[in-house]
């Protein structure tokens, strides 16, 4: 590769590194959704798709430029269920229970955690032993809705 492809090619990964910390400015973390379009119409959530599951093929130089972003994570499914963990976990310490109310409407603070806890108590056997035990080592847990 020559000095100018290599110059192209940083220069196009910087691109891509600003587009994504401008999305966390904007969203607050960077779990992109796979299908998510930049203002611009840069495919970011492709991007960023193909950078986790490509981890082996990048430089050592890339990786760390990734792990070094505040808010990067190399497993967003992980990350997407802790965030959750610690939603439901925050609710039952200020409700002392884990029933999410179904009248909440888009507005509401909880409304997708509702969906979230419902997925864990239906999907109980496909979850992890791990997770299991975090659930019902949170106060007001039941696999049964109330």
């Known amino acids: 590769m020559s000095e100018s492809e290599i110059s192209i090619s940083d220069s196009v990964w910087s691109d891509w590194i600003r587009r994504l910390t401008n999305y ?4 607050g973390d960077m779990l992109v959704n796979a299908s998510y379009v930049t203002g611009d119409g840069y495919k970011l959530g492709n991007w960023v798709s193909y950078q986790r599951s490509n981890k082996k093929k990048l430089s050592v130089e890339k990786i760390n430029q990734l792990n070094n972003l505040d808010g990067w994570v190399w497993n967003a499914n992980e990350a997407k269920w802790e965030a959750n963990f610690f939603l439901l976990l925050n609710f039952s310490n200020e409700q002392g229970h884990c029933n999410l109310p179904y009248e909440w409407t888009i507005h ?3 409304i997708k955690l509702r969906s979230w806890v419902t997925k864990q108590r239906t999907g109980k056997s496909k979850l992890s032993e791990i997770r299991i035990k975090k659930l019902e080592s949170i106060k007001g847990w039941t696999w049964h809705e109330r």
């Open 108 to 110: 509401d603070r909880f």
């Open 24 to 27: 966390k400015k904007k969203y």
